[in-house]
T-cell receptor
């Protein structure tokens, strides 16, 4: 089954608005949560990540919120810009494991329009 | 920043043929991963390795083999390519004790 799920395949946001991307997971053992950004025909790059010992992390216009009891985490992008248009992949894993691997969601395609 | 390269960048293969995708990283990372990307599925893990000469099965290993002959190199082998293996394949590496994975540019594989 899908351990990490992004229920919205696409999202359109007005320039200057807040983009909210959501991700749900199933595995209670996950302790590392990340968002990757991917432009068409490019490779994914890490945007921001958190460990399970915090429930929020900010980095400029980006904020990750983690709700462990709800098995949910989200990415908020404030003051959205056209260059934020991309596919956003959430990922989760067990960082403390020697056999560490990430499970990715299906991706949400964000379009920021003028 | 980590440098991960992949070759070839694109390939057309025939059904039943053998395909080898190569990945090379220059940052002494212990972990290397092979993913495939399909529309609607995001990235799915095929095989990974945390040390040279050892590989582990990921979430979708059927139809694929992997080889890690050295710390720098990690290959993905399709012994008998099938139409369903048409996809974009990404290699990634990660340093021990660090969470970030660094991805290569991807290989676009078309099986006809």
């Amino acid at each position: 089954g899908q351990q990490v799920k992004q229920s919205s395949p696409s999202l359109t946001v007005q320039e200057g608005g807040i983009s909210i991307l959501n991700c749900d997971y199933e595995n209670d053992m996950f302790d590392y949560f990340a968002w990757y950004k991917k432009y068409p025909d490019n490779s994914p790059t890490l945007l921001i990540s958190v460990r399970s010992n915090v429930d929020k992390r900010e980095d400029g216009r980006l904020t990750v919120f983690l709700n462990k009891s709800g098995k949910h985490f989200s990415l908020h992008i404030t003051a959205s810009q056209p260059e934020d248009t991309a596919v956003y992949l959430c990922a989760a894993g067990i960082a403390s494991s020697s056999f560490s691997k990430l499970v990715f969601g299906q991706g949400t395609s964000l379009s920021v329009v003028p | 920043e980590a440098a991960v390269t992949q070759s070839p960048r694109s390939k057309v293969a025939v059904t039943g043929g053998k395909v080898t995708l190569s990945c090379h990283q220059t940052n002494n990372h212990d972990y290397m991963y092979w993913y495939r990307q399909d529309t609607g599925h995001g990235l799915r893990l095929i095989h990974y390795s945390y040390v040279a000469d050892s590989t582990e099965k990921g979430d979708i290993p059927d139809g694929y083999k992997a080889s890690r002959p050295s710390q720098e190199n990690f290959s993905l082998i399709l012994e008998l390519a099938s139409l369903s293996q048409t996809a974009v394949y990404f290699c990634a590496s990660r340093d021990r004790g660090v969470d970030t994975q660094y991805f290569g540019p991807g290989t676009r594989l078309l099986v006809l």
